[in-house]
């Protein structure tokens, strides 16, 4: 075995274990009681800037993006496509406007984004979830499976990313992905360690 190929595997161990251990914490954060209080604000933003209101051209709903769905002003979810929001780069917090037509169809807007971060970060597979997510810096962000399809992105690969400026997210837009041109492997347990 080359020594890149073993560098990789155990840059994509570290990275792993650097996932878990960062759920470790996420979790036991929870079970103290230093539960993050973010998590739950955007159905209050959603209550302060959303509305709702009737036109002849059906119901016009504001509210707020928290990284899958928006949040309406009274609290109910509306699933957001998730090929429009990576392809917009949504992010949580955004303010969107959904115009539901008499047909039945919906059509989404980004009318309010939140200032963003650039971050950049390594696409590792949640061993739980089996899910991808972003390891940026000392955080792990979750990102939409459409946007990591669209860039045909790959554990190891390196991630940019976009964040909220001012809050702590829990999801992340996928802004592009920078492939890893030794990665071959799907997955780290599929890796053999040979020192």
Do not use: C
Not at 78 to 100: C, F, M, Q, W
Not at 132 to 158: C, H, N, P, Q, R
Not at 161 to 190: C, F, H, M, R
């Amino acid at each position: 075995m080359s020594k890149n190929k073993k560098i990789e595997q155990l840059e994509s161990l570290i990275s792993n274990l650097e996932v878990e251990l960062k759920k470790t914490k996420s979790i036991l954060g929870e079970l103290s009681g230093k539960k993050n209080s973010r998590l739950t604000d955007h159905g209050l933003k959603a209550s302060e800037v959303g509305k709702e209101d009737a036109s002849e051209d059906g119901i016009i709903v504001e509210g707020v993006f928290n990284g899958q769905i928006m949040i309406g002003p009274d609290g109910k979810q509306y699933s957001v496509p998730a090929n429009y929001a990576s392809k917009s780069k949504l992010v949580e917090g955004d303010i969107l406007k959904l115009t539901i037509d008499k047909d039945g169809s919906f059509i989404f807007k980004q009318i309010s984004p939140v200032e963003r971060n650039r971050l950049v970060g390594h696409l590792v597979k949640d061993k739980d979830t089996d899910e991808f997510v972003v390891l940026a810096g000392d955080k792990i962000y979750k990102v939409l499976m459409a946007s990591v399809t669209y860039f045909k992105g790959s554990e190891g690969d390196e991630v940019v990313i976009l964040v909220p400026k001012d809050a702590d997210g829990v999801w992340a837009a996928v802004e592009n992905v920078i492939k890893n041109t030794y990665s071959t492997q799907k997955s780290s347990e599929d890796f053999e360690i040979t020192l």
